[in-house]
């Protein structure tokens, strides 16, 4: 009669789909008669209480006529005693089994030889960790079967704990949000959830879920929270497993191009869930997007994910259970991260009086798969049941100590199904048991040629007789892939990752200090100034420096860049396109300080093709006024505000104390661009109307007094073209937008006279060949002034000088800089570069002196009550005579940061990119505050 049981019992086990992979249990019925196998201790955790067969299961083996041995363990979660009850034999040695049963890996130590194992190895992926067991396996002779291995007609795993990995996951993202809720001032009924390993079972769990469910249904959920949704990835087990949980709260699915909406408007007595599923987020790179499950498959490269811009925006909680191959689309990204955890006012929620904003949408997620740098690329270690849970920021900080604090709470146990063991074991035993039958069959000394095993069990056979099986064989060549690959690894380790510096002058110190403070990072300094670059790579152990001339050298570029991983160019910009192809064809990442120009510009497509980042713009203008202005415009927008006008100031200066010469500026490096620029055109709005400013001096005609910080004496001008950056910063509403370059008051008197008397024409002039007769800038001032004779009577050149300029100020500036000497002149072929040469010398900063920068945005919002707000953001940075100057730091300090997100892969865009985006601006502005360079604000109320 048993034996009718036990037939009836086993043919009804198997689901469907598996039952051509299920053996046949009257095949083997009357050979089970004295075999033996055992079911081991595990020991590779302290919170492992499951094993892979259930009393129950143990029961029906011994009826059949198995002798079954436990191997003895107080911490198994069904004691030795129901073991014993069912008829096992409770002995600590198991070595008369031929087939050894476990959950987990075994202890090298601990393998026998000529057995054959079952359980979860770890090494299908050539994981290193557990190659060392994989070697005794083989040389021990040892027949092993790997679970995750056993799998149905379509490939689908058949034995799994993936259900109760679904369950624990729920249960314990639930209790965490309760704690994260409460530490960001908010009392729920997810209070009174606790962890999974809390309950005797996952009925206990669901009782106390349902419980929290029936107090959300009341109202209890404080308003100010707003709807919460759950996104749950992917169908399978692991997805079912927690929608089970899920659905014991009062609840509404909803599709995702619906999230939005009841993310917005949706009702606090309910949950809404939302199961994303493949065709929900995948798409085709190419045009035409679309999702063909078949391709996909094949070609997982050939795709990219939506989730984290049509989905993750309006998920308050992400229950992620997808499994990820290498080569397929992540769903969050570290730029992402940034994007979804940066702190924002979400003007749907109806705060009450006293009631704390949430800081983003996104509150928690679990990570069920576990599966670190994978599906979630900054979850790059898995938590643990004794530390659960960790804060993860925008940041890329990590807090396990603490629910309050900045970011989203993680969940990512590796080994949930533990904490729900006697369930789990049931679960994983009713599915393992058909296959038992088969494997029990098994002597690790028969060849595997003599076994009739089921394509089930066969296919899941890694190692046999000695040797790989057939199926796995590329376990040994993805080994030596590994193996060289972490050769090349730890040679990168060694040499570390390699930056390129082009240019060893001002700005160069800190860029280089900051990235010298990584010990993974390799420092090459690159100039045409040996010496120069010599000086600068002794202040830092380990910095080499190299001779390399740009233009005349493109192969010794090429080489140079070849070896790096991001090269940093602070050349003169009309040499960043050359660099920027030299980056492209070595597949090298850019970071440069300068403007964009057209000529790099027009390398995007083949950075994109290279996938190489160009990332300009990351100095201080431009630079730190994108990051400060882009802040601040997104705040207002997403507070539902307006931008009226954004006029922005900023300039390098010397201290007040360091000003006295008639431009009251002094050079820390070449003046030519500073002089040139003067003479640029300009083009900006004022009330709607485009201001066109041309070129040849004109921009001095456009000088504003300002008294935004009334202890400076400050003017300003207009930069170059304003009216592109309404596009830029996606201020379309602004009617009036200009961004100016500020000076200390008399710079522009000062330069116009030397603009009158042509002292910054850039065209060469005859009298400064510099192949001809010697002039002095007596001498020379008459040649401008159009006099024949250069030995005039000092006070008439002054007269004339007064005469042509209309003012004794200017007259006086001009003699005051040593413009009317009998000193000889360096000629340098056109008065603008003669001046800059000479200026170089005369308005040098001295040793003890200090420079100041100062950077000012003016916006008007206008907010949704018709109120305006004037808001001014202001930086102030002196430098510092021991140590950088403040034009150094605030240029040097951002790009070294921008190369250390590159390297650290928090910026992944491709091609030419601009410092535009919040994953880019609100980390650079975090980490400048962390180098001293912080900015305040003032609001106005008109």
Not at 78 to 89: C, F, M, T, W
Not at 619 to 648: R, T
Not at 854 to 862: A, F, P, Q, T
Not at 864 to 889: C, F, Q, T, W
Request: aromatic share 8%.
């Amino acid at each position: 009669m048993w034996v009718f049981r036990l037939l009836k019992c086993e043919f009804n086990t198997p689901p469907l789909s598996t039952i051509r992979t299920v053996p046949s249990t009257i095949r083997f019925i009357s050979t089970l008669k004295g075999k033996i196998i055992a079911i081991r201790r595990e020991d590779q955790s302290v919170w492992e209480r499951r094993a892979p067969l259930a009393p129950a299961n143990v029961r029906r083996l011994i009826r059949a006529g198995v002798k079954v041995l436990i191997q003895p363990s107080n911490r198994r979660a069904y004691p030795a005693q129901s073991y014993q009850a069912a008829g096992a034999l409770l002995q600590e040695d198991i070595s008369s089994a031929s087939v050894i049963f476990g959950v987990k890996q075994v202890p090298v130590d601990q393998l026998l030889s000529n057995k054959t194992y079952c359980f979860f190895s770890h090494t299908i992926k050539a994981q290193e960790s557990n190659m060392p067991l994989l070697d005794a396996i083989l040389e021990k002779n040892i027949r092993l079967l790997d679970y995750e291995k056993l799998t149905d007609l379509n490939g689908q795993r058949v034995v799994a704990f993936g259900k109760y990995a679904g369950v624990a996951g729920m249960v314990n993202i639930l209790h965490g949000l309760g704690l994260r809720l409460l530490a960001l001032g908010h009392h729920t009924p997810f209070m009174h959830i606790g962890p999974a390993h809390n309950y005797r079972d996952s009925a206990m769990a669901r009782q106390a879920i349902r419980d929290a469910g029936y107090e959300i249904a009341l109202g209890a959920m404080p308003k100010s929270i707003g709807p919460l949704t759950f996104v749950f990835t992917g169908s399978g087990n692991v997805s079912q497993g927690g929608q089970e949980l899920f659905q014991e709260l009062p609840h509404e699915y909803v599709p995702p191009e619906m999230l939005k909406k009841v993310a917005e408007h949706g009702d606090t007595t309910k949950i809404y869930g939302c199961e994303v599923r493949r065709r929900h987020h995948l798409e085709r790179k190419e045009e035409g997007g679309g999702f063909d499950p078949e391709e996909y498959d094949k070609h997982p490269e050939k795709y990219i994910s939506t989730f984290s811009k049509k989905i993750a925006p309006y998920a308050s909680v992400i229950i992620n259970g997808i499994y990820w191959a290498v080569d397929s689309p992540k769903l969050l990204t570290l730029p992402d991260a940034k994007y979804l955890l940066r702190p924002a006012h979400t003007p749907w929620l109806p705060i009450s009086v006293g009631a704390p904003a949430l800081p983003h949408r996104m509150l928690a997620i679990c990570d069920i798969s576990a599966d670190p740098g994978g599906s979630i690329e900054f979850m790059n270690e898995c938590t643990t049941i004794d530390t659960p849970f960790c804060l993860y920021d925008a940041d890329r900080n990590k807090d396990t100590k603490s629910f309050k604090g900045p970011g989203v709470l993680v969940c990512s146990i590796d080994n949930m199904p533990t904490q729900l063991p006697k369930e789990s074991t049931d679960f994983f035993g009713n599915l393992l048991y058909p296959y038992v039958l088969d494997i029990i069959q098994s002597d690790a000394k028969t060849p595997l040629e003599e076994h009739h095993f089921s394509p089930a069990v066969h296919s899941a056979i890694i190692a046999s007789n000695g040797r790989l099986t057939a199926n796995f064989e590329y376990i040994q060549e993805l080994r030596l892939l590994n193996k060289r690959s972490k050769h090349k690894a730890d040679n990168v380790e060694a040499q570390n990752k390699t930056v390129v510096v082009l240019g060893a002058g001002y700005v160069s110190a800190p860029l280089v200090e900051y990235l010298h403070r990584a010990s993974n990072i390799r420092l090459i300094v690159a100039s045409q100034l040996k010496e120069e670059a010599d000086m600068l790579a002794s202040k830092f152990p380990g910095v080499e420096a190299i001779f390399l001339n740009v233009l005349e050298r493109p192969d010794t570029l090429k080489d140079t860049i070849d070896s790096a991983d991001v090269a940093v160019s602070l050349l003169p910009y009309n040499l960043h396109h050359v660099v920027a192809k030299a980056c492209i064809s070595t597949k090298t990442h850019l970071v440069t300080a300068s403007y964009l120009n057209e000529d790099v510009k027009a390398l995007h497509d083949e950075a994109v093709a290279a996938e190489v980042t160009i990332l300009n713009e990351i100095g201080l203008d431009p630079g730190i006024d994108h990051l400060l202005a882009l802040e601040c415009f997104d705040s207002v927008k997403q507070a539902g505000g307006k931008i009226e006008s954004f006029v922005s100031w900023c300039g390098g200066l010397p201290s007040p104390e360091c000003s006295s010469n008639p431009l009251r500026y002094k050079f820390s490096w070449s003046p030519r661009g500073v002089l040139l620029n003067t003479l640029a055109s300009a083009r900006y709005y004022d009330e709607q109307q485009v201001v066109d400013v041309p070129a040849g001096g004109n921009l001095m005609t456009q000088v504003q007094d300002l008294d935004f910080l009334p202890g400076f004496a400050l003017e300003g001008y207009p930069n170059r073209d304003s009216t592109i950056y309404k596009d830029f910063y996606g201020i379309n509403s602004a009617n009036t937008v200009l961004r100016g370059t500020l000076r200390f008051k008399g710079f522009c008197n000062t330069i116009r006279s030397m603009q009158y008397l042509g002292l910054i024409d850039p065209n060469p002039h005859p009298s400064l060949h510099p192949n001809g007769p010697d002039i002095t800038w007596r001498m020379l001032v008459c040649n401008l002034l159009g006099l024949a004779n250069g030995n005039i009577f000092y006070g008439n050149l002054k007269r004339k000088l007064a005469e042509m300029l209309n003012s004794d100020e200017a007259v006086q500036a001009i003699e005051d800089l040593g413009l009317l000497k009998e000193d000889l002149v360096m000629k340098m072929n056109t008065p603008l570069d003669t001046l800059t040469y000479y200026l170089s010398k005369k308005l040098c900063y001295e040793e003890s002196e200090r420079d100041l920068v100062i950077l000012r945005h003016d916006i008007g919002i206008l907010w949704p009550d018709n109120r305006r707000e004037k808001r001014g953001i202001n930086l102030v940075l002196y430098g510092d005579v021991k140590g950088h100057s403040a034009m150094a730091r605030t240029v040097g300090y951002p790009a070294a940061i921008a190369v250390k997100m590159i390297l650290d892969g928090e910026i992944q865009q491709r091609g030419v990119v601009l410092p535009f985006t919040a994953d880019i601006y609100r980390p650079l502005l975090n980490r400048l505050k962390a180098e001293g360079i912080e900015f305040f604000e003032t609001s106005k109320w008109l």
